[in-house]
């Protein structure tokens, strides 16, 4: 069973118009990651909550912004997609006792 | 904050061969080195990891060494197979203080020939 889900798999937008990308967990996990995978590169942290604090990588655009109403769910905000946002985003979860995180399978964004 | 260098960029073995891919670290407070296997299109799956108390970690044809004082790491396939082929990537992070990220590095394509 999916212990991480994210939806959609498969996203399209246009140049501009603002997208929202989802994550849920089933695990009640503390910690939950974005990071962003451009094609034929590794995953690359974009910021990461634990528990209720948002922790913002240095280099993350402002164009990204995150939310997590609750323990299960997060979400990805792209304000105004650019082209060099296509990419797959990854969700990624993990127990503040634990190391290991688990991935979602991701959402593929294109921008049009 | 923390870098990881991965090498080779790119290893293509005879099918049965053993494939070695190595990464280095820079920040020392980095306690927890996974490596990831990912497929075309595929989230990234977690084939094996070790921790900073740890110097040798196995797990039947796959085992990854730690050498802390060089902070370098490395991932041995042994026996591979046409299904080990893939991209291949280290990462670290810090699990002790807070709740780090990975950081990865930039991975390595590993082609079984048969």
């Known amino acids: 069973d999916a212990m991480v889900i994210q939806n959609p798999r498969y996203q399209v937008t246009q140049f501009g118009k603002p997208v929202t990308l989802s994550c849920s967990q089933t695990?009640?996990?503390?910690?939950m990651y974005w990071y962003q995978q451009k094609s034929s590169q590794a995953p690359k942290l974009l910021f990461h909550?634990?528990?209720?604090?948002?922790?913002n990588e240095a280099d993350t655009p402002d164009n990204f912004q995150s939310r997590r109403p609750n323990t299960s769910f997060c979400f990805l905000d792209i304000r105004s997609p650019g082209l060099g946002d296509a990419a797959m985003y990854l969700c990624?979860?993990?127990?503040?006792?634990?190391?290991?995180?688990?991935f979602g399978a991701g959402t593929r964004l294109s921008v049009l | 904050g923390e870098n990881v260098e991965q090498h080779p960029s790119t290893l293509s073995v005879q099918e049965g061969d053993s494939a070695v891919i190595k990464c280095t670290y820079s920040d020392s407070a980095s306690n927890y080195f996974p490596w990831y296997k990912q497929e075309l299109g595929k989230r990234p799956q977690l084939i094996i990891d070790i921790r900073s108390n740890v110097g040798e970690k196995k797990d039947q044809r796959i085992a990854v060494t730690l050498n802390k004082t060089a902070k370098h790491f490395s991932l041995h396939i042994t026996e591979t197979q046409p299904e080990d082929s893939a991209v291949y990537f280290c990462?670290?992070?810090?699990?002790?203080?807070?709740?780090?990220?990975?950081?990865f590095g930039k991975g390595t394509h590993l082609i079984i020939q048969p």
């Open positions: 695990l009640n996990h503390n910690v």
């Open positions: 990624a979860t993990r127990d503040r006792e634990g190391d290991i995180q688990y």
């Open positions: 909550y634990y528990d209720k604090d948002f922790n």
């Open positions: 990462a670290a992070s810090n699990t002790g203080g807070g709740a780090d990220g990975l950081t």
